[in-house]
Every structure is written in C-alpha cells, then in structure tokens.
C-alpha cells in the first residue's frame, strides 16, 4: 500500500492486478479505470490497475484495456499487487496463481466457482495462514449479493435450506424453450453470445456450474466443507422440447433447481430440473435470473432475486469484494478464516422426499394400467394423478403420465426401474421431480 500517488493523494493506494480480461474481466477493468475518481471517494481508497494477465494481449476485447497495462506475465503482476482479481476461470493455472498470491499475505477476489468447489479448503487454510482475504461473491449468483449474506449476515443463525436457481445459461435456455418454443441449441448459442456460459459450457448444461455454486454456499450455510463430488447432479440436456411443453400443459414450468437441505444425518445437495408451478415465485424467474431462497431457524424464509450471469452485473459483485476488501487493507484488518467447524456430511439422494412426474410409453393392452399400478403399489409409491392418450404415431402404443404422491427418492427410483423392466412399458420417456410449493 502507498500513498504517494499524484492524482489522489489524500487516500491510501493500493494496487490491482486483474487475471483474465473476458467478459467478466474486461467490465471490471471498464469500472476500475473509468470510476476511478468515484471509487476513491466512496471507498475512502483510490485502486490502481497496474496489469493486467492475458493469453493474447492483441485479443478484441469488450472493452479496450490500454495495451502497456497488458502482460502475459501473470507471476509479475501477482507479485508487484496489493489485491489480485482472478477471473480468467478453471482449474489450473488458477490455482497455483492465487495460492501464490495468499502466500504471500495478497488479498484475491474471485468469481471461480469450479477452483472454489474442487480445492475451496485449500484457498481457505493459505488465505487463514497468511491473514490475507479471499472474497468470491461473483462466485455464486453472479450479481445477487448472497455469499456475503450467507457468510456474514446470517453468521448468527442456523441455516436449515437454501434452494434456487443458480445458473443463468440454463435457466435462459429453459425459459426459451418454455415462452418462444426455441430449440435447445438456438437457446444455448444465444446464452453463449450473451456472455452467460462458462468457456465450455458443457459446464452449465449438464448442471455442473450450479453444482459448484451449491457446494461453496453449502460450505458457508452449513459450516463444513463441500467439494462438487457431494452434490448429486442432473442437468439440461435429458429435457426434451416436449417435457417442456407437457409441463406448460399441467401448468408447470421446467427449472433447473439447486438445493442444500440440512437433514438428521448431514446435508443433502442436489443440482437437477425440477417442474414448479407456473405460479411458484421461482416460476416467474425469467431469461439469465437467478434466485436463491435460505431458510433459516430465526430468520425465517429469505429470498434473493438478481442478475446470475453476464459480465457487467458479475463485474458489480467483484467490485463490491474489491472495495471491502481495499477498505479491510486500509484499516490494517486481516481476513476473517472461515471454519468448517461442523464437519456435517454429505448424506445421499435416498431419503430425500419428493413427488415424480413420469412419463412412459405402455403397449395398449387389457390390463395394463393395473399392472403399472401394482409396480408402483409394490414400492410403496402412491399415484397422484394418471392421464393416458394414444401415440399419434402409433395406436397400438398409449402414453402415460403419471405424477406420484410424495415418496422417497430410492422408492421412487426404484420404482422407475421396475417399470423399465416391465414387458408392458415401451419406454420411460421422463422422469422429473415435481416441487408443489407446499
Ligand atoms: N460470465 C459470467 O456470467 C460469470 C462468470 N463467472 C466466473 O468468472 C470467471 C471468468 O468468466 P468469464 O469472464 O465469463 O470467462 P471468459 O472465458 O470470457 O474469460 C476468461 C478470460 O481469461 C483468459 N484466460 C484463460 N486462461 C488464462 C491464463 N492462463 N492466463 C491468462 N488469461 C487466461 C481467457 O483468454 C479469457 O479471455 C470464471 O471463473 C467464471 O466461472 C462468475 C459469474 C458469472
Ligand atoms: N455460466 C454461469 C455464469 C455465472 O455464474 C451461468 O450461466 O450462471
Ligand atoms: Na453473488
């Protein structure tokens, strides 16, 4: 830290270095040079850009970094900075860069969510080392100010469920298909285009980015550690056009719902689509949105609704971690270590209760429906509802859709199984749980 610069000499300066310069990066090196003078005045510290680390310094870019603050040289800029601003994404060299930069007592802000949910422990223990910071806001819900609330606001309470919806590209791609009848693909370029997706946005489709986001904020709900292997995950890509469409029939739309549940032996996690309906509040979170309930024991039920994907409002919660933490600096305070005191573990899918909604093709003969309804009988799994019309394409095959009452996951998947193995059913096109708000 200085305080020796020319253009605001009345604040401390500190210096940032930025890792990545994408969609999210470029904003951030938009707001930190062309708001300056107000950043300074409002955080009472003036923030210097002094580099910022690329894979192509003559890259197009969102927005047009002056070419002598871009370097390929990212150990240098990490070495010389107060605050090191990570959001080039991944695994490795993520992570040897900002455990170098720990180390070394540097603050890091990061939106890394994929780094977080692998190796969040380790970034942990070196930042509770050194006393430096590690904030990651942008990290879970993009915009929506959540890892905060959940790690400072409600540090006093004890959180029992959160569950939402955490992944702007799927939730825009679902939404497309639900309102314009777009096809998958279409919906995914266009999310690509908007700056939504992950560089492989496999990553977003088969649910792997909200399962990320579930782990690190079940860390700080729970107070325990929680790595993407504890969160059992289903994504987008089994959602068919006319799942979609049957849903919006009954009144359901299709989300892709990301929950951390408390339970009498650990926490459950799941990632996976999931029909609400279609007057649900999480039914009217449209395009890239995200929300995210928390319920808590003296709280109660929280709710928090914003932007989840896209650089400028991701660039918002970066900056709000950079003037916290440039604030922290400048009063001498190190980072606060986060504990995983309660070492709850990650129990599974089996005892979690739910309603289905299942769709399968039967061959129409007598006695068929008496024999799906003796599988399901055999399970313990009692039918909700049933509604049977013929194939179009063929008449000698019925479809049936069925939703059950609530049951056990084991139950009901095993359930699933029996059907697949009965000679009656053709095929199982769809299962998808069914949450009624209750
Ligand atoms: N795009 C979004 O809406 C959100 C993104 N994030 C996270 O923010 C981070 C950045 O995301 P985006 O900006 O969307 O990604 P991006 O792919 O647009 O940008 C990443 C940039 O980092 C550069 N890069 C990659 N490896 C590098 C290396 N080894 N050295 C130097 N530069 C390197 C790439 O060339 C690219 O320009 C990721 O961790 C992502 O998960 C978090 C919340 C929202
Ligand atoms: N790819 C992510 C970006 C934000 O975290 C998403 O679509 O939500
Ligand atoms: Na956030």
């Keep these: 830290m200085t305080t020796s610069a020319t253009s605001h000499p009345q604040t401390p300066h500190l210096k940032v270095a930025l890792l990545g310069a994408g969609t999210v990066g470029s904003q951030v090196a938009r707001v930190l040079l062309d708001s300056k003078d107000e950043l300074a ?35 240098s800029v990490i070495d010389a900075a107060d605050i090191v601003v990570e959001l080039t994404g991944g695994i490795e060299p993520a992570r040897t860069r900002i455990l170098r930069a720990l180390n070394a007592g540097t603050t890091v802000v990061t939106g890394n969510k994929a780094l977080l ?49 955490m992944n702007g590209t799927t939730n825009f791609i679902l939404d497309q298909m639900d309102t314009t009848g777009a096809a998958f693909d279409d919906a995914l370029a266009e999310a690509q285009e908007l700056g939504y997706a992950e560089a492989d946005p496999t990553a977003d489709v088969e649910g792997h980015d909200a399962a990320a986001k579930a782990a690190v904020l079940a860390s700080l709900a729970f107070h325990s550690t929680f790595t993407l292997d504890d969160v059992h995950c289903e994504g987008i890509t089994a959602v068919t056009a006319e799942d979609v469409a049957t849903a919006a029939e009954a009144g359901y739309v299709i989300k892709l719902l990301s929950v951390g549940e408390r339970t009498e032996d650990g926490v459950n ?50 900056l709000g971690d950079l003037v916290s933490a440039a604030r922290a600096i400048a009063r001498g305070a190190e980072g606060i270590p986060l504990s995983d005191h309660a070492k709850l573990p990650a129990v599974s899918m089996d005892n979690v209760t739910t309603r289905m909604a299942i769709t399968v093709t039967v061959k129409d003969r007598l006695g068929v429906l008496a024999q799906i309804a003796q599988v399901f009988a055999d399970h313990g799994v009692s039918i909700s509802t049933m509604h049977q019309t013929e194939d179009p394409k063929d008449q000698a095959i019925s479809v049936l859709r069925l939703v059950t009452h ?27 749980p069914v949450e009624t708000g209750d």
């Design 269 to 318: 996690l799941r990632v996976n689509p999931v029909m609400i309906p279609r007057n649900h509040v999480l039914g009217g979170v449209h395009g890239a949105y995200n929300a995210v309930f928390v319920e808590a024991e003296n709280a109660g039920s929280l709710m928090f609704y914003g932007q989840g994907a896209g650089g400028e409002p991701t660039a918002s919660a970066v």
């Design 41 to 75: 005045l409002r955080s009472g510290v003036t923030l210097d850009l002094v580099g910022v680390a690329v894979r192509d310094v003559d890259a197009k870019r969102d927005y047009e970094i002056p070419r002598e603050l871009l370097t390929r040289d990212a150990d």
């Design 117 to 165: 949910a692998a190796h969040g422990r380790e970034l942990q223990d070196a930042a509770a080392a050194s006393g430096s910071q590690l904030s990651y806001e942008a990290a879970v819900a993009g915009a929506i100010p959540i890892v905060r609330p959940m790690r400072d606001s409600l540090a006093g309470d004890k959180v029992t469920r959160f569950l939402g919806i």
């Design 406 to 432: 609530t049951g056990r996951h084991r139950d009901l998947m095993d359930t699933v199984g029996a059907l697949r193995e009965l000679p009656v059913v053709a095929e199982v096109l769809s299962v998808i």
